[in-house]
């Protein structure tokens, strides 16, 4: 069943071996006052570099920082000096999208937005409790700023006894996400659906480099959510995502689904024939923060740029020497590691040679290439880039992967602008800010930034680490303030396959009772609540809502 694309190795150049990294400790709820500090720490450790210096580090990486920085905490990779922010930038980018900017920045506030009311309008609603006729105040206040009505029996018991702000505060934000998924999958914000004109486009010119599928592997990261629709501007349903804290994903799953697309190209010739030269290629986006790169990078990783992007290199290498161990050298797999800066969303790109070598010291920086180009006609401008993505690579690159980087490259120079039009050059929620957990398997409908913390996983056993994480974060987002943290489970199934709905349906009510026993503490609090739903993966449908822990007493009987 190999396919007959050329094999790709790695060199002697791609040969560093990655050290297991034990899971970092997390505090965000650290002062304020902590966090300055932090961040004057690591201005300091950038203090004497030059805005020059991008251009060197946009094929090799940066040198040292001298002895004379004191206080960094913990090992970094070489930082890509990032300007403080600025309110004004002058104009776009040659190559930018201004209109595409506008309209993703509509729907981040819109979607955004339907969350973020939640906690404000609660504190109207909490002010109004013993007002004579609260629940018809309450209710029209609930309507007019969230677009639905508050549980009436929790707002029954108010006169009673305090009300019950957590169950009301997880009502909502569970009901934010429904609404959410209700806009993605029938009005299609994002114009990327299958079919559509630019997922169509996008699938040509993927296959003009060379490749027949696009799967790509961010960290879990709420930060990193919105990977794929903002930073790389790719058309979501061209793009196999599959989020896995630390992009520490899964060889064997990732194997698996290698197998389906293999078969798949060899039953139906879908996207291509078998016999085509293409190859499968397996992304992986680690992340960094040029804010604070000590305390803010990937937890999974100890804040450690070098950790993370040595061990998301090593999971590629053991994917692609699964596949070549299963079904011959004929087995072809590409290999791409990328980084990402979660507080400027620039990239950086790892450019592999011909022979699959990967540098962990070299890279390009799609901040210095936009300082390089700023200035150039459009043409020129990506001409340029071109060069600069051949200048940067391992050894020899494959013309194919080349024209594919630097087709991201251009993409994410429009990212660049959209964080200084709308965010003053880099975002003030650095650290985590996440509006709920998801977990299981699915949520094609989630393309923002810090809307979810996903923990990706078929059972809590083998998902704990990331799960665990996750409730690090929210207990310092959410318990430290007295709120819950809101957990929506998702797993999606065929609805050709007979009983397959009614599994999925078990599968949400195992991982709860799964959830409900690990963090027994949070739940007896009301300070965890969850939301089950399913959806249909073969139809452009939203989730389907099957239960909630947020249930009432009906009263009567006895």
């Not at 600025?86 to 937005?113: C, D, I, K």
């Not at 004579?132 to 006894?161: C, K, M, N, Y």
């Amino acid at each position: 069943m190999s396919p007959t694309a050329p094999r790709r190795r790695f060199g002697s150049n791609g040969s560093t071996e990655a050290q297991d990294q034990p899971l970092a400790e997390l505090n965000p709820s650290s002062s304020l006052s902590k966090v300055l500090r932090q961040r004057e720490l690591a201005n300091a450790a950038r203090v004497g570099n030059s805005r020059s210096s991008r251009m060197a580090a946009a094929t090799t990486a940066p040198p040292q920082t001298s002895s004379s920085s004191p206080r960094r905490v913990r090992p970094v990779a070489t930082q890509v000096v990032i300007k403080p922010a600025q309110r004004s930038f002058g104009g776009l980018h040659p190559l930018s999208n201004g209109q595409a900017n506008a309209a993703l920045r509509a729907y981040e506030e819109r979607t955004l937005g339907a969350f973020d009311r939640v906690v404000p309008v609660l504190k109207r609603i909490s002010a109004l409790q013993h007002e004579p006729d609260f629940i018809a105040q309450a209710q029209r206040l609930a309507v007019a700023e969230l677009g639905h009505e508050l549980p009436q029996p929790v707002l029954d018991t108010a006169w009673t006894s305090q009300l019950d702000m957590r169950t009301l505060f997880a009502w909502c934000v569970f009901e934010a996400y429904e609404q959410t998924s209700l806009a993605f999958f029938n009005n299609d914000p994002l114009a990327a659906q299958a079919g559509s004109t630019d997922a169509e486009a996008f699938n040509a010119f993927l296959l003009e480099c060379g490749f027949h599928l696009l799967d790509i592997t961010p960290c879990a990261d709420g930060r990193l959510a919105h990977a794929i629709a903002y930073a790389l501007r790719l058309p979501f349903s061209s793009v196999r995502r599959r989020s896995h804290a630390g992009a520490m994903f899964d060889v064997e799953n990732t194997v698996d689904r290698w197998v389906k697309t293999e078969h798949r190209r060899y039953r139906e010739s879908v996207p291509n024939p078998a016999h085509n030269d293409t190859r499968y290629l397996k992304v992986v986006v680690y992340h960094f923060s040029s804010k604070d790169p000590c305390h803010e990078g990937c937890a999974a990783h100890g804040s450690d740029d070098k950790a993370a992007a040595a061990q998301g290199l090593q999971r590629l290498k053991d994917f692609q020497q699964a596949v070549e161990n299963s079904f011959c050298c004929g087995a072809s797999v590409d290999l791409l590691l990328l980084g990402m800066d979660t507080d400027t969303d620039a990239i950086r790109v790892h450019v592999p040679g011909r022979d699959g070598s990967t540098d962990l010291e070299t890279w390009l920086d799609a901040q210095a290439v936009y300082d390089a180009t700023r200035n150039l006609p459009a043409e020129q401008a990506r001409t340029t880039i071109q060069e600069l993505v051949h200048g940067a690579a391992a050894a020899t690159p494959d013309a194919g992967m080349v024209q594919l980087i630097a087709r991201l490259i251009e993409h994410n120079l429009s990212q660049i602008d959209y964080v200084r039009q709308y965010h003053g050059g880099s975002y003030s929620d650095f650290g985590h800010a996440e509006r709920f957990i998801g977990v299981g398997i699915g949520f094609k409908e989630v393309h923002l930034r810090n809307l979810t913390y996903f923990a990706y996983m078929d059972t809590v056993e083998e998902g704990a680490p990331d799960l665990d994480v996750g409730v690090k974060i929210f207990k310092g987002l959410n318990v430290s303030r007295g709120l819950p943290i809101p957990v929506v489970l998702r797993f999606d199934y065929h609805g050709a396959v007979p009983g397959a709905r009614e599994r999925a349906i078990t599968h949400c009510e195992r991982v709860k009772s799964a959830i409900e026993a690990r963090y027994s503490d949070l739940c007896a609090q009301g300070l965890l609540h969850t939301l089950l739903t399913v959806r249909d993966r073969d139809r452009h449908v939203p989730a389907e809502t099957v239960s909630s822990s947020i249930t009432f007493n009906t009263g009567g009987g006895h």
